[in-house]
């Protein structure tokens, strides 16, 4: 795209949470890709203490590529809005919206898109429903989530999730297949069946090689798959989402949403570039479809 490349491009990543190893792989091969492009683009690692220095750097644009803490719950959003600096993806009250699982709920049951029930932890003493899912409602990567079948579990799931987030969502358990869609600046990409070979889709499922099978042919039919797109579509527009997005299902007759990532990993291997693949659209196309959306003001 002509005009992005005479925009001064700064890819921010890294960042202080959980994700920051995962959020390094997806700044450099944003980078890499962009710089191979012919764009004139610099890296640019934030840690705790450096966001500042973004504007020394004086870009026209951020490409947003911060996992976790920082890129996804609207802080980087809110300080490129404040400076005055386009930015890829969602703004700030969207980010902080789907970066939190409970309010990121509270938007689907207004917008009627199906989601598993759920309840914050320690809103009673015994869990409500069995089995179910325990998770940090602010974090990634299932970095602190547990599926618990039984009462003895649940306390003690409750307390690791709780060293991640003290807002701890218990979501009813649906077994199901897990389907995952991205959807860039409105467009639904192939949905993905995950299956871990676990049986579990925890952060060693996800980032250990062949442990998990990413298949385009999710056994659903065409009405399903239908089905699936719309409601991910749903999700998205719900969140007010802009740029790219991911967002999780579980399907079992229809499809539940189980949350909306925002920052969705962009390395050679993470699905939405896979999907993006899938559907003819290479990795350089992908990132310039992602910039062609950022703005000063995000929704």
């Not at 039984?150 to 060293?163: E, M, P, S, V, W």
């Not at 579990?200 to 990413?214: E, H, I, P, R, V």
């Not at 925002?262 to 390395?267: D, I, K, R, S």
């Amino acid at each position: 795209m002509a005009g992005l490349k005479e925009k001064k491009i700064l890819v921010v990543y890294g960042g202080i949470g959980t994700e920051r190893e995962v959020s390094l792989c997806t700044g450099k091969n944003v980078y890499d890709t962009l710089k191979s492009g012919g764009y004139e683009v610099e890296a640019f690692i934030l840690n705790e203490d450096n966001i500042y220095e973004i504007l020394s750097r004086h870009p026209d644009i951020c490409f947003n590529a911060v996992h976790g803490k920082y890129g996804e719950d609207g802080v980087l959003q809110g300080f490129l809005e404040m400076a005055g600096i386009a930015y890829t993806g969602s703004g700030v009250a969207s980010s902080m919206m789907a970066y939190n699982k409970y309010m990121a709920k509270l938007a689907f049951e207004k917008n009627a898109i199906p989601t598993p029930r759920y309840y914050q932890f320690g809103s009673g003493g015994e869990p409500q429903f069995m089995p179910c899912v325990i998770k940090p409602a602010r974090e990634g990567s299932t970095v602190g989530v547990s599926i618990v079948h039984t009462r003895a579990h649940y306390k003690q799931a409750g307390a690791l999730a709780k060293k991640y987030d003290d807002c701890v969502l218990v979501e009813e358990y649906i077994d199901g297949k897990e389907i995952t869609i991205s959807v860039i600046n409105g467009k639904v990409l192939s949905p993905i069946y995950i299956k871990p070979h676990s049986g579990f889709y925890d952060y060693a499922s996800k980032y250990t090689a062949g442990a998990t099978d990413y298949l385009f042919e999710t056994g659903l039919s065409d009405a399903e798959t239908d089905l699936v797109k719309a409601t991910a579509v749903s999700a998205y527009k719900a969140l007010n989402c802009l740029g790219a997005a991911r967002v999780d299902i579980i399907f079992r007759d229809i499809p539940y949403v189980l949350e909306v990532n925002t920052v969705p990993g962009l390395t050679e291997t993470s699905n939405l570039p896979k999907a993006a693949e899938h559907d003819g659209i290479s990795q350089l196309e992908l990132f310039e479809m992602m910039l062609a959306t950022a703005s000063t003001e995000q929704n």
